[in-house]
Nanobody, 129 residues
């Protein structure tokens, strides 16, 4: 019943920008914290950014200053604006949701993929040099 659907991935040159979108259904959106993760070939799933139900935000050091996470509770959506993209950003990007009582942005547990209950199908981001 719970569904997360990402969109907005694609091919972009280094220095370019993309905006990823994720629509969430089947859960109480206002009680959910949200995150973005990515996975490159041969690598483990990597934390990118998270946003809490009260808009507390954390970023991975590798994307800080370049990426912006946001949410629109009226539309049940979470976004990831990616600027100044680098080839090392190439990966499949996933949005994920967890209950705020279990997955805390403030304490840092929202950085762990194991804390998330629901995942999207992923969208490919490829950055060429």
């Amino acid at each position: 019943q719970v569904q997360l659907v990402e969109s907005g991935g694609g091919l972009v040159q280094a220095g370019g920008s993309l905006r990823l979108s994720c629509t969430v259904s089947g859960r109480i959106f206002s009680d959910s914290n949200l995150g973005w993760f990515r996975q490159a070939p041969g690598k483990e799933r990597e934390f990118v950014a998270a946003i809490s139900w009260v808009n507390t935000i954390k970023y991975a050091d590798s994307v800080k200053g370049r990426f912006t996470i946001s949410r629109d509770n009226a539309k049940n959506m979470v976004f990831l604006q990616m600027n100044n993209l680098k080839p090392e950003d190439t990966a499949v990007y996933y949005c994920a949701a967890c209950d705020r009582s279990w997955c805390s942005v403030v304490t840092g547990s929202a950085r762990s993929w194991e804390k998330y209950d629901s995942w999207g199908q992923g969208t490919q981001v490829t950055v060429s040099s």
